[in-house]
């Protein structure tokens, strides 16, 4: 691609493209943050003790979620890479062992969640609490298998550029949250009251029910015809699940980097008082919201740039990338203004504290800087996903995370004395230096080849070679 005579009817179609395959992930992902609400809103509403052990439960739970997505987010790329070759009948080997691999994932979760007392007691957890929290956990540890196995489903789903199942199921799920959730954690038609433990419940029953209906869908649907999926149930090929772990294992690390950076942030702003405990929680609750629309965007991200690297069209992997990054800048150009623009009404949404307001502006502005580095760094993952390229980013990732991000937010906060303002400068640090990072590998990974290089795809059973 001519950097100086760009083909505009391509970038006008590569958008287009994109943003089909994006509105119903960013969907999807909304439908995931409303689930969190409905659990806060139910949870609430039966008593403030309840609120807290869910609200403990659900960060301890957030950590096997991110690790789970991201182990699974190796099908996406693995299938739309082999699609672009135009080798569907592929697809089913890779999907059988990316079912096996979601089992194992599962039940290793399961165990880990109901064995967190450790990490409960390490956060620094009131005990009043303790058993409330293990009651949640050891109820929601059963919908482990069945959330690794959904992300199975859904990576093969989007890996063939089939994205609207996802957000149908997704909110379908949420629907069912709600009178379920209602049912056992109030105690209705014939059902005792069980409080945290209610949620947990709700929540297990609910992840196994859009499991169960996203196979049914797969089962079913015409569009996942002749691929094999469930004519048979392929053995273990430990030499196929190796080369998914090789791709998501590092993806999990990347996310469970991030989710661990915003946990610390929490945790020290958590010296810090009431105040500003509530103004982070308003900002970091705005800025999760909108952090879902550059999120599904880079999902589709990547399954464009897989796409072309099954092609073998190099020149289709730099459009899909960059114009899907630019695409992600115009949107964090919008969310920037609503939080530059207008931080104070945001912040009155959410409370009448005037002093919490105050506090909550000044943090407002803070994000509304980091949306354009925020952007950046998310879409450019995404991009290098495409690639398989995942060992190089998570090595980016912990370095601008841990090594730029904390260490500077922490001086700021304690040493300079700017307390959460200093977290988020931290923050802005750490995302900034992974957004040049980040965007600077794919720029030199899809330039540093020429038009055959990225295809034909290795068969299912390896990796596709990527740059090292």
């Not at 190796?74 to 569907?88: E, K, M, Y």
């Not at 929490?266 to 909108?290: K, P, R, W, Y």
Request: glycine content about 12%; aromatic content about 10%.
């Amino acid at each position: 691609m001519n950097p100086f005579r760009p083909d505009r009817a391509r970038i006008a179609r590569e958008i287009l493209d994109t943003v089909l395959l994006a509105l119903p992930l960013m969907l999807a992902q909304l439908a995931a943050i409303g689930s969190n609400v409905i659990d806060a809103v139910l949870a609430g509403h039966v008593g403030a003790h309840v609120l807290g052990a869910v609200a403990v439960g659900a960060s301890v739970w957030s950590l096997a979620i991110v690790s789970g997505i991201g182990m699974m987010m190796s099908v996406p790329p693995s299938v739309s890479q082999l699609d672009g070759a135009g080798r569907r009948h592929e697809v089913g080997q890779v999907f059988h062992q990316a079912i096996w691999l979601a089992l194992g994932m599962g039940v290793l979760l399961w165990f880990a969640v109901r064995h967190a007392e450790p990490l409960i007691k390490l956060i620094g957890v009131s005990p009043s609490l303790y058993t409330d929290v293990g009651a949640f956990l050891r109820a929601i540890s059963w919908g482990a298998p069945a959330l690794t196995c959904y992300f199975a489903l859904r990576g093969l789903s989007e890996g063939l550029s089939k994205t609207l199942p996802s957000m149908c199921f997704s909110f379908g799920g949420l629907l069912v949250l709600i009178p379920l959730g209602y049912i056992f954690m109030f105690g209705k038609l014939g059902v005792p009251p069980q409080g945290a433990r209610g949620c947990g419940i709700a929540t297990a029953t609910v992840l196994w029910l859009e499991m169960l209906a996203f196979a049914v869908y797969v089962m079913c649907h015409r569009g996942y015809h002749g691929l094999g999926l469930f004519t048979h149930l392929e053995r273990p090929d430990w030499r196929r699940i190796r080369a998914l772990v090789h791709i998501g294992l590092p993806m999990a690390i990347t996310l469970l980097a991030e989710a661990g950076l915003f946990v610390a942030a929490a945790l020290l702003i958590g010296t810090m008082g009431e105040d500003m405990i509530a103004s982070h929680q308003v900002a970091l609750n705005v800025a999760s919201l909108f952090f879902m629309i550059p999120l599904g965007l880079a999902m589709a991200i990547t399954v464009r740039v897989g796409n072309a690297v099954g092609r073998g069209d190099a020149e289709g992997v730099r459009y899909a990338g960059f114009c899907g990054i630019g695409l992600t800048l115009l949107t964090q150009l919008v969310s920037a203004g609503f939080m530059l623009g207008a931080p104070h009404a945001i912040a009155s949404l959410y409370t009448h504290d005037k002093t919490v307001i105050a506090l909550a502006v000044q943090l407002l502005t803070l994000a509304g800087f980091f949306q354009f580095s925020d952007g950046i760094q998310v879409a450019s993952n995404g991009a290098l996903r495409g690639l398989k390229d995942t060992r190089v980013p998570m090595a980016i990732t912990l370095f601008a995370y841990w090594l730029v991000g904390m260490p500077v937010g922490w001086w700021l906060a304690f040493h300079d004395g700017l307390g959460a303002r200093g977290i988020w400068m931290g923050l802005i640090a750490g995302l900034s230096m992974a957004a040049v990072l980040l965007f600077v590998r794919f720029w030199r990974s899809s330039r540093r080849h020429d038009l055959g290089t990225f295809g034909p795809v290795a068969p299912a059973s390896t990796d596709v070679t990527m740059p090292s």
